[in-house]
């Protein structure tokens, strides 16, 4: 997704006439929902001033293409600043620039890795030519229209107010600063990026290439289990990016001075679902044993490491996996057998090791003692059993004990859940994990559902399950195990929708998830934690339920043959509280690790109709927008999901109030906007009427609010939303929201000739050097089929105005 795209001349217009971060943050606000914090509004307020001065050249094309703020695909993460256009051999080019406020920095002794000063304090952070390659590289990975077209991707970084200094530009960073050039302050390294960009885009490309990134199909997520065998076999199948970056090169360097150091090392790592701990554990793996330290990947969940065993059969030998993968209980006699171990899923340690957990003492003590260095991965939210003691506090105290160094790194950036932070946050707060500002998730940020029927929620999974087999049904552990020792009995049935599973322990075990034929059955917890699914349903059971709004979890209702909360009744009699609350964290953290299980979509079923209900509440169809008619009609929802606020997103002035273009814009309706768009300043306001616009929007000539009525925008634009336009819009509308107007259209929702679509066209060039219109596409952004593009022929193009573009959806 792309906030703000126009062409070079239109961006320099915005830069000269408008306060550039009003509109960007309008931008950002229109296409995302939701805002974003002050120092990121300062940063556009000051670095696009200093790209338009790079961009303010005759031989950069006007029409070439300018972007800011492109959302990579399924991951938080946003490319600063992009310019597109064509080479002088008519290539494709899209140069990729990193944007950086930054006076200084230290040099480290990691690869790609930088020491610079926050607000928060100095910090590490990958070297800002590394972060844009491996955005390229991302980019390049994951967009169709990219991997699959001829673009070339150019990246670059700019940092403006930095004074080189001999340590951003040192010859450590040579590597990556020759694959992503590096610009510095000063007018000869501003002549130097104009140079660069100058060398790849000679001619303009009126944001078809833009056009095309933004709508690119998403290619599928790489899965750490596909990719396993080309990793073991040393080929980049993952590009480590920001925190990722930093926390390998830590951790690498750790280990690699833990020979050289008389007390031992220990790398406690926190990162949340989705961050990526397995992913960089498994990088670390095949980057200790290419510098010949003797390590082992250790997992106390036998899953992951099944299903990462059967993946490397028939490519390593048995003996060669066996050195690799491990699980948690073998170490109780390994004093300083190893270099290094890495401890993935840690907070799943347990105290006691053996099939009857009688041997050792502790499995973390026992880890540290048989290692030089220990790198644990560890997520406290995903503690699961009573037996779980593998938290933070818990490694802190033993390394504390055994007089072992510990260094603190954490994984932040989310890349499972289509990349939405805002969804971890949300669910926290909804299971009343801990509060958050995130009490409304908006679906369109991720795909979550609340399904009505144990069984619809099998057959979207079942859909989902059809193109890769990444798709699967989980549940809380709340049946009882009946086909262990009767194969033809069912496990979870639920009589009054005629649905019956079996748990999937029996047939494939640990390794259900990759099995083809497993979406026949349900999983659970202990098969699913650690491993990542394209969609996962789940059946939230009646050990968490919701009364008037209050969560709470009856443990009571967990199956009998669940190991997860044996005994806590017992312990509930000597410390009656503390169990308790262990008790409620546990379910709660079992149905947060089962709801993060899909890198795509999460789809749910209650048992309990008024927890269904809770979940429906927190959800918003689209971005919240105030739906109102003019007749005051009551607005059609389409399904549980929608909210709609009962008020109109501005205020209506008198003639006496309104200082029109001052405090206020003129209010239009579509249907009746013939002869409308004139000059806006002849309004009479007594004639007109006029509406105060929210606190963001700042009142100029040429603004006006409309209401759009129909479904054929309504991936943009819900129905009956009240939407902020520009009249006559200069530059460039390539892949804007625009209102059109045509002899020959006869739109039903809006009526007149007038319509709302994105724009896009095909341009020729003439023996004259002109371009002339070879074909117009007015085209629907809906998620009903029915709605066809609007497409004008070379004779009828030339009738096509562009009467204004959207702003905002207020």
């Given at each position: 997704m792309i906030v703000y795209q126009s062409s070079k001349s239109e961006f320099l217009e915005h830069i000269e006439h408008c306060d550039i971060e009003d509109v960007i943050l309008s931008a950002y606000t229109q296409r995302t929902g939701h805002g974003v914090g002050l120092a990121e509004i300062e940063s556009w307020q000051h670095s696009l001033r200093y790209?338009?001065?790079?961009?303010?050249?005759?031989?950069?094309?006007?029409?070439?293409?300018?972007?800011?703020?492109?959302?990579?695909?399924?991951?938080?993460?946003?490319?600063?600043?992009?310019?597109?256009?064509?080479?002088?051999?008519?290539?494709?080019?899209?140069?990729?620039?990193?944007l950086k406020q930054w006076t200084k920095a230290k040099l480290t002794n990691k690869d790609g890795v930088v020491e610079t000063r926050f607000a928060a304090g100095a910090q590490e952070v990958s070297h800002p030519s590394y972060q844009a390659w491996s955005y390229a590289a991302l980019l390049q990975g994951f967009n169709e229209a990219v991997y699959a077209g001829d673009m070339q991707l150019k990246p670059c970084a700019y940092l403006h107010n930095y004074k080189d200094d001999g340590v951003i530009s040192h010859a450590f960073y040579a590597p990556h600063i020759e694959r992503a050039p590096l610009f510095l302050q000063g007018v000869a390294e501003k002549k130097k990026l104009r140079d660069f960009i100058k060398k790849f885009v000679k001619f303009g490309d009126d944001c078809n290439l833009l056009y095309r990134i933004d709508n690119g199909a998403i290619r599928p997520s790489k899965m750490l289990a596909d990719s396993l065998v080309g990793l073991m076999q040393g080929k980049q199948e993952f590009v480590l990016i920001d925190d990722q970056k930093v926390v390998y090169e830590t951790a690498l360097a750790v280990a690699r001075?833990?020979?050289?150091?008389?007390?031992?090392?220990?790398?406690?790592?926190?990162?949340?679902?989705?961050?990526?701990?397995?992913?960089?554990?498994?990088?670390?793996?095949?980057?200790?044993?290419?510098?010949?330290?003797?390590?082992?990947?250790?997992?106390?969940?036998?899953?992951?490491?099944?299903?990462?065993?059967?993946?490397?059969?028939?490519?390593l030998r048995k003996s060669e996996i066996s050195n690799l993968f491990s699980g948690s209980g073998a170490f109780t006699q390994a004093n300083d057998a190893f270099d290094v171990l890495v401890v993935d899923e840690a907070h799943r340690l347990n105290e006691k090791s053996g099939l009857y957990g009688n041997l050792g003492v502790n499995q973390i003590k026992e880890l540290m003692s048989a290692a030089r260095c220990t790198i644990f991965f560890v997520d406290d939210d995903q503690l699961v059993t009573l037996k779980d003691i593998g938290s933070i506090s818990a490694i802190e105290r033993w390394a504390a004990v055994m007089g072992a160094r510990v260094t603190h790194q954490e994984l932040a950036s989310q890349?499972?859940?289509?990349?939405?932070?805002?969804?971890?946050?949300?669910?926290?707060?909804?299971?009343?994990?801990?509060?958050?500002?995130?009490?409304?998730?908006?679906?369109?940020?991720?795909?979550?559902?609340?399904?009505?029927?144990?069984?619809?929620?099998?057959?979207?999974?079942?859909?989902?399950?059809?193109?890769?087999?990444?798709?699967?049904?989980?549940?809380?552990?709340?049946?009882?195990?009946?086909?262990?020792?009767n194969p033809d009995a069912y496990d979870i049935v639920l009589p009054g929708f005629d649905f019956k599973k079996r748990w999937n322990l029996s047939k494939d075990g640990s390794l259900w998830i990759v099995a083809p034929d497993s979406v026949e059955e349900i999983g659970c917890i202990h098969t699913s934690q650690g491993l990542e699914l394209d969609y996962v349903g789940v059946i939230i059971g009646p050990d968490f339920v919701v009364r008037d709004g209050v969560v709470a979890t009856r443990p009571d209702n967990r199956a009998k043959s669940d190991q997860s909360l044996r005994g806590y009744k017992r312990l509930e009699k000597s410390s009656s509280d503390i169990t308790t609350q262990r008790v409620e964290r546990i379910i709660k953290?079992?149905?947060?690790?089962?709801?993060?299980?899909?890198?795509?979509?999460?789809?749910?079923?209650?048992?309990?109709?008024?927890?269904?209900?809770?979940?429906?509440?927190?959800?918003?169809a689209k971005t919240p927008v105030a739906v109102r008619s003019q007749a005051k009609a009551e607005p059609s929802v389409a399904n549980n999901d929608a909210r709609f606020d009962n008020v109109l997103p501005f205020r209506r002035l008198s003639s006496a109030e309104a200082k029109p273009f001052v405090n206020s814009v003129p209010l239009i309706d579509l249907k009746f906007a013939a002869g409308a768009f004139g000059d806006f300043q002849s309004f009479?306001?007594?004639?007109?009427?006029?509406?105060?616009?929210?606190?963001?929007?700042?009142?100029?000539?040429?603004l006006f609010v409309a209401q759009v009525i129909g479904e054929s925008m309504n991936r943009r634009i819900p129905n009956g939303a009240w939407c902020l336009f520009r009249l006559d819009p200069p530059g460039t509308r390539a892949g804007k929201v625009v209102v059109a107007e045509h002899r020959s259209i006869q739109d039903p929702d809006l009526g007149g000739s007038y319509t709302v679509k994105v724009y896009f066209s095909e341009k020729a060039e003439g023996a004259d050097g002109s371009w002339q219109h070879v074909r117009i596409h007015l085209r629907p952004d809906s998620d009903d089929a029915q709605f066809a593009a609007l497409v004008f022929e070379p004779e009828n193009a030339e009738g096509v105005r562009i009467v204004a573009e959207l702003i905002a959806v207020l």
């Open positions: 790209m338009a001065e790079v961009l303010d050249d005759e031989q950069i094309p006007a029409d070439a293409g300018v972007a800011i703020e492109y959302h990579l695909p399924q991951m938080a993460k946003r490319v600063d600043f992009i310019v597109t256009g064509r080479g002088e051999d008519s290539s494709s080019n899209v140069i990729i620039v990193e001075g833990a020979g050289t150091l008389a007390n031992k090392e220990a790398v406690i790592v926190k990162g949340g679902p989705g961050t990526g701990k397995t992913v960089v554990a498994i990088n670390l793996l095949v980057g200790l044993t290419k510098l010949g330290l003797n390590c082992r990947y250790v997992s106390k969940n036998a899953a992951p490491r099944a299903v990462y065993e059967s993946k490397l059969t028939g490519h890349f499972r859940c289509n990349g939405s932070d805002g969804y971890l946050a949300w669910l926290d707060n909804t299971l009343a994990v801990r509060p958050t500002a995130n009490v409304m998730l908006d679906v369109a940020e991720f795909d979550f559902r609340v399904l009505e029927s144990p069984v619809a929620l099998d057959a979207l999974i079942r859909e989902k399950n059809g193109a890769h087999n990444k798709a699967r049904l989980v549940a809380g552990y709340c049946w009882d195990w009946i086909s262990k020792r953290n079992t149905y947060r690790t089962l709801l993060t299980r899909g890198m795509k979509g999460c789809y749910v079923y209650c048992v309990d109709p008024e927890t269904a209900a809770y979940f429906r509440s927190r959800l918003i009479d306001p007594a004639a007109a009427e006029w509406v105060e616009l929210p606190d963001l929007f700042r009142p100029r000539v040429g």
